[in-house]
T-cell receptor
């Protein structure tokens, strides 16, 4: 079946450093790639998304890049802060009902 | 608040019990979803409703039975569950079913004894 692989599963960075999380998808029909942040005990919330007709998107300290040929997309967080500590999920979606999530990355930002 | 609420927040039940989870969205959306979140596993899509019609059932065991009486409410009826069904059950909604942002509820933490 279709799947999304996400790496790494855990990531620790010093405050102020950058963090990069990578995902690979298998369904070539995927055309929407959201990233969700889930803080401990809270619901997942969208932080940034990208569609297949765009290669890169930025929103302040957060950016997402997409390589359709390689079926890779990545989340980049610059100048990390302690409040960035959370679990981050990527997903790949297509059509009406396919919405496949990665296994998540637990990011720890060390003060 | 994202406008999606779930009750109860915590539920403990025996394998022979019958219980229901409730989800309500106040966002005017037309699509609603049930997900299962287990430790170290990806979010698993269980059911999709679009304009009150069930459009997707990802091979979910029949001991889970969804109900969508209107586009604002979604239920998950549970009966004769197994301990491995213990997980966080998340409800989500979106404008309509498709590749777009989903808004999640806070989840129901279910423990099956």
């Amino acid at each position: 079946g279709e799947n999304v692989e996400q790496h790494p599963s855990t990531l620790s960075v010093q405050e102020g450093d950058s963090a990069v999380i990578k995902c690979t998808y298998s369904d070539s029909a995927s055309n929407y790639f959201p990233w969700y942040k889930q803080e401990l005990g809270k619901r997942p919330q969208l932080i940034i998304d990208i569609r297949s007709n765009v290669g890169e998107k930025k929103d302040q300290r957060i950016a997402v890049t997409l390589n359709k040929t390689a079926k890779h997309f990545s989340l980049h967080i610059t100048e990390t802060q302690p409040e960035d500590s959370a679990v981050y999920f990527c997903a790949a979606a297509s059509g009406t009902y396919k919405y496949i999530f990665g296994t998540g990355t637990r990011l720890k930002v060390l003060a | 608040e994202t406008g999606v609420t779930q009750t109860p927040r915590h539920l403990v039940m025996g394998m022979t019990n019958k219980k229901s989870l409730k989800c309500e969205q106040h966002l005017g959306h037309n699509a609603m979803y049930w997900y299962k979140q287990s430790a170290k596993k990806p979010l698993e899509l269980m059911f999709v409703y679009n304009f009150k019609e069930q459009t997707e059932n990802n091979s979910v065991p029949s001991r889970f039975s969804p109900e969508c009486p209107n586009s604002s409410h979604l239920f998950l009826h549970l009966h004769t569950l197994q301990p491995e069904d213990s997980a966080l059950y998340l409800c989500a909604s979106s404008q309509d079913a498709g590749p777009k942002e989903q808004f999640f509820g806070p989840g129901t933490r279910l423990t099956v004894l």
